[in-house]
């Protein structure tokens, strides 16, 4: 079974239709990631070229322009200035004068910084005339850092800004060398809302991004590759550059940490695994037995289990963890019917278990209203040659339900893979990531990698550690999210709708 | 036939059997916190289940006795950054949402993988960092830093909306630049009035956000109790020193969030399950 034609490809069962697209998948994955690197490889040839050709042309317009572009290459907004647009030649200026000032007085000093993140330490000085001891503000090589990344920002804004002002010193110039009016300040203002709407309505949002997503994120993954830990907090004592050390002690070279990864790590897939596909199928039983033909009361039993989730998770979690306590309720109950207390959260194996089972609790809902209605369009031809074919309910599900979900639901699984690795609610608030072990480096037997990584943050201050971790969960979720985006095919179908 | 019959009544009040044991199982822990927040007597941890006197104390404390937990000001703090942060973010994720969606423009492909590749990494590795720019900007532990957290990036939420504008068709934009209206009124006067849902929702969840969230607050505000939200402050009150004093406390105090969340929730189900499945499924 090679390559199956689309007539014999028909005629398998679903389940059997799935296991041949994962093969076909799995043996088309080399060419695949050829293709991939080869057009990865062609994109960034192109994007070289069409550098090249874009810095050549800056040198052309030098060579062809008149006095007044050229000047545009000095003086920012002469080119406008000089033709009449006033408003937009003073916006230019002000702009240019601001990033002088900016890089003289400050960032220059910070970029010069950069390499080494600072030597000059916080010192007592005795001073002799005061009869004290006074301080003497050293570097600081997270500010430094932090200063530097916003200084790189900003000079790339500028060289966006200074470029766009050549451009249009030009353009004015063939303008008017065709004797053409050059378009004021209102002109512009006016497709600011029509034209380039795009422009207004992203500039808020992209700055909001910029600023508290992009920036520090760079900042975290540049503090991947420092010694930024605990041993090493500014103003006291500062970080520096240390390459890769920290992915080499993660991976190997550090005992306690590697074993440490290597636990969690699986740890998280184990629970990954098990908490998706619990709830996916546990969700889906529940979803049918609630939409079954004769059940009354539909909307009463989805009330009842959309009241769960609507509780924040933070107050049921937290309610629960005390509940399943040693002392709590759950073994007081367990008391009464003569069972002895049950470490439910104390020991490594039940934690672990508790987990997944209080996950099936908070799951389960979300699964039965999602699936309801992909449930409700299994075409019901299918049941009803199983019923005449005597296939009972078991058989039912798991030879029809299950298979045609999960090739509809694929994407949505993924999703649902990707969000339980992340999953920092039901472990933090339910364990605590506990119970702690002396085998780990600060984690605990159900600690997954995100509240493994919170803990080094927020406990620890190990934050180039926890900025490495947060760099290989990155690269777990992104390749498993390229999946997702490769099966869903929805890049590509966007535009059919409209 | 009759054996039939007789099998499906069978198998419907095993159902019902099932159904129910699963819905008390679900709103025991519910139920629970509702008795224990009627509960006269501390602690955390008692030697019996049900409460053995009951009070309304619990309820009266979180408004008088503010000593240490001053659940008022917590809720108007929450509220406050809820309003503020649920109008920020309805007009940026709107605003993204539709400018990805329906305009064209050279850059969006980028924008819109760029977007992608965001939304995977994990949201609080940069916590730490934020937490210095705002220091930096000399707002740490204020409640404005708060709102600009929950709300400044909020633009990357773009998803959900972009797939529900991806779904209005085309030709109402063309018709509408014939009558010689321009790109913003498009905005405002066509598409927006035929958005209701999807407005609606993204209201919805960005108000609800800063009510449920204690990983941010946590650390902006470390110990700056007057500026805590009610999520961080109740989650206080579980630490190990308060847990015997303020255990029936902490469920009073989250029985009265939890009814408008879940009032909330339940009128909005529709759209999330829209929102939801409307990515992640292949039709």
């Known amino acids: ?498 | 036939m009759k054996s039939s019959r007789a099998r499906s009544i069978a198998a419907n009040s095993a159902i019902y059997v099932i159904l129910s044991v699963m819905g008390i199982l679900w709103l025991i822990p519910i139920a629970w916190l509702v008795l224990i927040s009627f509960r006269a007597e501390p602690g955390a941890w008692t030697p019996y289940i049900l409460p053995q006197s009951y009070t309304l104390d619990n309820y009266t404390r979180l408004f008088t006795d503010t000593q240490l937990f001053n659940y008022p000001r917590w809720f108007m703090n929450t509220l406050i950054v809820a309003i503020f942060t649920c109008l920020i973010s309805t007009v940026m994720v709107l605003m993204t949402s539709y400018t990805l969606s329906r305009l064209r423009f050279k850059s969006r492909k980028g924008l819109l993988n760029l977007g992608l590749i965001l939304g995977m990494f994990p949201g609080f590795m940069s916590m730490i960092a934020i937490y210095y720019i705002l220091k930096a900007m000399g707002l740490s532990q204020s409640l404005l830093a708060l709102i600009m957290v929950y709300s400044g990036a909020s633009g990357l939420g773009y998803f959900i909306a972009k797939g529900f504008f991806d779904t209005i068709p085309k030709a109402l934009d063309e018709a509408a630049i014939v009558d010689g209206a321009n790109q913003n009124t498009i905005f405002w006067q066509i598409i927006l009035p035929l958005s209701k849902p999807i407005v609606i929702y993204t209201v919805l969840t960005s108000f609800m956000a800063p009510w449920v969230d204690f990983i941010f607050v946590s650390v902006i505000m470390k110990d700056n109790y007057n500026n805590y939200t009610i999520a961080l402050g109740l989650y206080q009150m579980l630490t190990r020193e308060n847990i015997y004093r303020y255990f029936t406390q902490f469920c009073a105090g989250a029985v009265l969030i939890a009814i408008p969340i879940t009032i909330l929730f339940v009128i909005m189900q529709k759209y999330y399950v829209s929102g939801v499945t409307g990515g992640a499924v292949k039709g």
Not at chain 1, 37 to 54: D, L, N, P, S, W
Not at chain 1, 346 to 363: D, E, K, Q, S, Y
Request: net charge positive; hydrophobic share 50%; glycine share 8%.
């Open chain 1, 1 to 498: 079974m090679i390559e199956l034609e689309y007539i014999d490809y028909v005629t398998l069962s679903p389940l059997r239709r799935l296991f041949y697209r994962l093969f076909q998948g799995i043996r088309h994955l080399p060419r695949r990631t050829a293709d991939l690197a080869q057009r990865t490889g062609g994109r960034i040839r192109k994007r070289t070229v069409a550098f090249g050709r874009a810095a050549k042309s800056y040198g052309i317009i030098f060579r062809q322009g008149d006095v007044k572009t050229r000047l545009s290459y000095l003086v920012m907004g002469a080119g406008s200035f000089l033709r009449g647009q006033v408003a937009k030649g003073l916006i230019f200026l002000f702009l240019q004068a601001a990033f002088v000032v900016y890089m003289v007085t400050f960032g220059v000093g910070q970029l010069a910084l950069l390499p080494t993140l600072g030597i000059a330490t916080k010192k007592e000085i005795w001073n002799e005339k005061l009869q004290i001891y006074e301080y003497v503000q050293g570097d600081n090589s997270m500010l430094i850092l932090l200063f530097s990344v916003v200084t790189i920002f900003i000079v790339f804004a500028f060289l966006g800004v200074y470029l766009a002002n050549i451009r249009l010193a030009y353009r004015n110039q063939q303008a008017a060398g065709r004797g053409e009016h050059l378009p004021g300040i209102v002109r512009d203002i006016r497709n600011l809302f029509d034209k380039n709407l795009h422009v207004t309505f992203l500039s808020l949002p992209s700055l909001g991004i910029v600023m508290f997503t992009i920036l520090p994120l760079i900042f975290m993954i540049l503090i991947a590759f420092t010694n930024y830990d605990k041993s090493h907090q500014p103003p006291g004592n500062l970080f520096t550059w240390v390459g890769l050390e920290n992915f080499r002690n993660i991976f190997w070279s550090n005992p306690t940490q590697s074993r440490t990864f290597v636990g969690i790590f699986q740890w998280t897939l184990v629970w990954a695994f098990f908490a998706t596909f619990s709830n996916y199928i546990l969700g889906m039983i529940l979803a049918l037995m609630i939409n079954k033909k004769g059940i009354r009361f539909k909307k009463f039993w989805r009330t009842v289990f959309i009241v769960t989730i609507a509780v924040p998770q933070f107050v049921s979690l937290l309610l629960m963890s005390r509940m399943l306590a040693d002392q709590g309720a759950m073994n007081v109950f367990l008391g009464y019917l003569g069972i002895g207390p049950v470490p439910f959260l104390t020991t490594a194996l039940f934690a672990r278990i508790t987990v997944i089972v209080i996950n099936i609790w908070v799951g389960i809902p979300y699964t039965m209203l999602i699936t309801s209605g992909i449930l409700m369009n299994i075409p019901a031809d299918l049941y009803e040659s199983a019923r005449i074919d005597g296939a009972g309910v078991v058989k039912t599900f798991t030879h029809i339900t299950l298979p045609y979900m999960i090739f509809v639901t694929t994407p949505y699984l993924i999703t649902q893979f990707v969000g339980n690795i992340n999953n920092f609610n039901v472990i933090y608030l339910l364990t605590g990531g506990g119970p702690l072990s002396l085998d780990y480096y600060q984690g605990g037997k159900t600690d997954l990698l995100v509240t493994w990584l919170y803990k080094l943050t927020v406990n620890n201050q190990d934050y180039n550690l926890a900025s490495a971790i947060g760099i290989i969960i990155f690269l777990i979720t992104a390749s498993l999210s390229l999946l997702v985006y490769n099966l869903s095919g929805s890049s590509r179908k966007e535009e059919s709708f409209q």
